[in-house]
């Protein structure tokens, strides 16, 4: 078959030849139709991702659209290596599977799996959103940050705030509040927002931009009725992996960090936050934006626009 292989950590994927995937008890062999390229997929196939593997020579991709043995349109959620999802096949676990409504295409299934998934599970999860509570997205501007935001609104979010970089990228986000860190004011506008009120962050970026956020959120605070909860959501690193906190932001305010990934969320209850995102996509309206590229362009989109998210389709010409 035809797949996009990792040769070496680091180096862009190859098109060419794989062997093809053969299927034991509970296990299924996909066809593939729509395949996302998202930063963990990038981050395995660099070794820089805690879940990377040992050795190249595989297929990257850990998830997909495609259609089981049976002929079902379905999602699916970390093929068995060294098949992964950008590839005409794919080998998965017959219980990792979950359908895609029949009013959902497979590229815009896959795109909204793949930018949503992660803000789905972290709030109905992780930090447990109740109707009427603001969230606020940090690294808004981003494919994940953009979805989060409506994902938010759905699940019953009565106000969101967004919070980035790019002041004209932010511009054109549909939020109650934007904060563009890069603004004079910035940390002044985080403070009155958690000031207002701030029931959930979820943040895409950590590093300095968390720093900043922390700040906002807990310092100086100690009211001896008791602050209010906070749940912190940290979801990614793309800002830096490590930052500097004092103990006692912790101390005096209501600040809870939780993180939300493999490993603090079971795959069990990924799976099935996908398929609850899937189900809920047609009436929501969700429709993040993505390009689709054939499989033989994977190395374009490889090394392609950052701020996009693209979506491999080994059936498209």
């Known amino acids: ?3 996009a292989i990792v040769t070496s950590f680091g180096a862009v994927p190859e098109y060419g ?49 495609g259609v089981d043995p049976t002929g079902r349109r379905v999602y699916f959620l970390f093929p068995k290596a060294p098949f992964g999802s950008m590839a005409q096949k794919a080998l998965v676990a017959s219980d990792m599977l979950v359908p895609v409504p029949d009013d959902l295409p497979d590229d815009r299934a896959a795109a909204i799996a793949t930018a949503g998934l992660a803000s789905w599970v ?8 109740r109707a009427g509570e603001t969230v606020l997205v940090t690294g808004a501007t981003g494919a994940a940050g ?10 019953g979010a009565a106000r969101v705030v967004a919070v980035g970089r790019d002041g004209k990228r932010l511009a054109a986000l549909d939020a109650d509040r934007r904060i563009a860190l890069e603004g004079e004011d910035a940390d002044r506008a985080l403070r009155a927002e958690f000031d207002r009120g701030v029931d ?29 909860r906070l749940r912190y959501v940290q979801l990614g690193t793309v800002a830096g992996d490590e930052i500097a906190l004092r103990g006692d932001l912790l101390r005096s305010s209501g600040l809870e960090l939780l993180g939300s990934g493999i490993g603090s969320v079971s795959v069990k209850d990924l799976l099935a936050g996908a398929g609850e995102l899937l189900a809920a996509a ?9 390009i689709a ?5 994977v190395a374009a989109a490889w ?9 491999v389709q080994p059936d498209r010409g």
């Open 200 to 228: 959930v962050v979820l943040d895409f970026v950590w590093g300095a931009p968390a720093g900043r956020v922390l700040k906002a959120a807990a310092a100086d605070r100690g009211s001896r009725a008791g602050e209010p």
């Open 122 to 129: 972290a709030l109905t999860r992780r930090a447990r959103l």
């Open 17 to 65: 030849d794989f062997q093809d995937p053969a299927s034991a008890e509970g296990e299924s062999v996909v066809a593939v139709t729509a395949a996302p390229l998202s930063p963990i997929v990038k981050g395995l196939a660099a070794g820089r991702h805690y879940a990377s593997g040992k050795t190249a020579g595989f297929v990257p991709g850990v998830d997909g659209v």
């Open 293 to 297: 590229v054939p499989l033989d362009a």
């Open 282 to 290: 047609p009436a929501a309206g969700f429709a993040p934006p993505f």
């Open 1 to 3: 078959m035809k797949a």
């Open 146 to 155: 953009r979805m989060a935001l409506g994902v938010a609104r759905h699940l």
């Open 303 to 311: 090394d392609g626009d950052p701020r996009v998210r693209y979506i």
